[in-house]
């Protein structure tokens, strides 16, 4: 008999979609990986999600109560894919109550709510994985492994970008993503956590930064039921905005480097623009995710007028050999979350951490509470002393 792992999912919206796929496909892009998940149990508030996602992915019981599933015997992992503001209490109960642990970045509001779901998680002695999806691109673990090995020379400066029209519609909602409270520190949690992460994945730890902030889009209309994504709403009450829709930033990393990460939910035109461009003493690597399996690669002694290459990612960069056979066979964003969720449950199979744990969240959360610092005090700040 094939050894199971009893998964649940809480929160079910787009992203509790995603994780409830990416367990569902594993055996087809990871036939030898064990235990093999078992959609055990799914948590929603909203009336009537649960019991729908139960019917369309097997989930073998559906509640409204996530309480529930820290208690179900039956569930070993967990992944946590609700809103920010609960990814805190409902992180550190499933550790405690013995469930390996999947949640989605940013992992809480502030740096403490990281640092706390990361301490329930070692105290437990359970794994955890965060949802940095960003970094198991193939191109991108192939773009660190020049980096480190020395192929663009030393690391002089990189930029990173993250821009998105997610929230640049006037009549986008008031959701819980627009509230301090609820939603943190708005485009930074959001996005500007991945462009965190990736720049300390690619080029070591960042040791000050100084950032500005801006709200673009002031007040939006309140929903008047339900949500899930980016929904609209007209007509409804009006609130404010609390948190930032846009951030600069400029990063000073230990190795010596400098950055660049600007991050903006509301860049009109722009559809999920997200890469980076790292320039050495002797080339540079280019990444943008809408080009998601291609890295510009520049490399040689010319130093001037030196030219780019396209290369394409094929079966021996990252995980790309589980999902197509040859280079140019395109990859797609749900393949880095079934890549995610390998790794997720071979961290369980093995009792050690694969790709990036509840410490990378912290870290990011650092880096993002250095920022907000520094935005309101126009300094440098570094994100050990946030």
Same mark, same amino acid.
């Given at each position: 008999?094939?050894?199971?792992?009893?998964?649940?999912?809480?929160?079910?919206?787009?992203?509790?979609? !995603?994780?409830?796929?990416?367990?569902?496909?594993?055996?087809?892009?990871?036939?030898?990986?064990?235990?093999?998940?078992?959609?055990?149990?799914?948590?929603?508030?909203?009336?009537? &999600?649960?019991?729908?996602?139960?019917?369309?992915?097997?989930?073998?019981?559906?509640?409204?109560?996530? *309480?529930?599933? %820290?208690?179900?015997?039956?569930? *070993?992992?967990?992944?946590?894919? %609700? /809103?920010?503001?609960?990814?805190?209490?409902?992180?550190? %109960?499933?550790?405690?109550? @013995?469930?390996?642990?999947?949640?989605?970045?940013?992992?809480?509001?502030?740096?403490?709510?990281?640092?706390?779901?990361?301490?329930?998680?070692?105290?437990?002695?359970?794994?955890?994985?965060?949802?940095?999806?960003?970094?198991?691109? /193939?191109?991108?673990? *192939?773009?660190?492994?020049?980096?480190?090995?020395?192929?663009?020379?030393?690391?002089?400066?990189? &930029?990173?970008?993250?821009?998105?029209?997610?929230?640049?519609?006037?009549?986008?909602?008031?959701?819980?993503?627009?509230?301090?409270?609820?939603?943190?520190? @708005? !485009?930074?949690?959001?996005?500007?956590?991945?462009?965190?992460?990736?720049?300390?994945?690619?080029?070591?730890?960042?040791?000050?930064?100084?950032?500005?902030?801006?709200?673009?889009?002031?007040?939006?209309?309140?929903?008047?039921?339900?949500?899930?994504?980016?929904?609209?709403?007209?007509?409804?009450?009006?609130?404010?905005?609390?948190?930032?829709?846009?951030?600069?930033?400029?990063?000073?990393?230990?190795?010596? %480097?400098?950055?660049?990460?600007?991050?903006? &939910?509301?860049?009109?035109?722009?559809?999920?623009?997200?890469?980076?461009?790292?320039?050495?003493?002797?080339?540079? !690597?280019?990444?943008?995710?809408?080009?998601?399996?291609?890295?510009?690669?520049?490399?040689?002694?010319?130093?001037?007028?030196?030219?780019?290459?396209?290369?394409? !990612?094929?079966?021996?960069?990252?995980?790309?050999?589980?999902?197509?056979?040859?280079?140019?066979?395109?990859? @797609?964003?749900?393949?880095?979350?079934?890549?995610?969720?390998?790794?997720?449950?071979?961290?369980?199979?093995?009792?050690? /951490?694969?790709?990036?744990?509840?410490?990378?969240?912290? &870290?990011?959360?650092?880096?993002?509470?250095?920022?907000?610092?520094?935005? *309101?005090?126009?300094?440098?700040?570094?994100?050990?002393?946030?």
């Amino acid at each position: 008999m094939v050894e199971t792992l009893g998964v649940a999912v809480v929160g079910f919206g787009w992203m509790g979609r !995603v994780h409830t796929q990416a367990y569902a496909r594993l055996p087809h892009h990871y036939p030898l990986l064990f235990p093999r998940p078992e959609l055990v149990a799914v948590a929603e508030e909203v009336p009537g &999600r649960a019991e729908e996602a139960a019917r369309q992915y097997g989930f073998a019981s559906a509640t409204r109560d996530w *309480r529930e599933v %820290a208690a179900d015997p039956r569930v *070993r992992a967990v992944s946590v894919t %609700a /809103p920010n503001f609960l990814h805190r209490e409902i992180g550190v %109960a499933m550790a405690e109550a @013995g469930k390996h642990l999947w949640i989605e970045k940013p992992v809480g509001l502030t740096a403490d709510d990281a640092r706390a779901v990361a301490d329930a998680v070692t105290k437990a002695g359970v794994q955890g994985t965060v949802g940095f999806n960003y970094r198991n691109a /193939p191109a991108v673990e *192939r773009a660190r492994e020049l980096i480190a090995a020395g192929e663009i020379g030393t690391v002089t400066h990189a &930029r990173f970008r993250l821009f998105s029209d997610y929230a640049a519609h006037p009549e986008g909602a008031l959701t819980w993503r627009y509230e301090r409270a609820r939603g943190g520190s @708005g !485009v930074l949690g959001d996005l500007a956590s991945h462009g965190a992460d990736l720049a300390r994945f690619l080029l070591g730890d960042i040791d000050a930064v100084t950032a500005d902030t801006a709200v673009f889009v002031p007040e939006r209309a309140r929903p008047s039921g339900a949500t899930a994504g980016h929904t609209r709403a007209s007509g409804g009450e009006p609130g404010p905005v609390e948190n930032e829709d846009y951030v600069s930033c400029l990063l000073r990393f230990a190795s010596g %480097a400098r950055g660049v990460l600007e991050a903006c &939910r509301v860049s009109v035109g722009e559809q999920n623009n997200y890469g980076f461009e790292v320039h050495g003493t002797k080339g540079a !690597v280019f990444w943008d995710f809408r080009r998601m399996n291609e890295l510009g690669v520049s490399r040689g002694t010319v130093y001037q007028d030196q030219p780019v290459s396209t290369v394409y !990612v094929g079966p021996g960069d990252g995980e790309f050999g589980a999902f197509q056979p040859g280079a140019a066979n395109a990859m @797609g964003y749900d393949d880095l979350k079934v890549i995610e969720a390998c790794r997720f449950v071979r961290s369980i199979a093995e009792g050690v /951490p694969y790709g990036a744990t509840l410490t990378d969240a912290v &870290r990011s959360a650092a880096v993002l509470e250095a920022m907000t610092r520094s935005a *309101r005090s126009g300094s440098w700040v570094s994100p050990a002393s946030a």
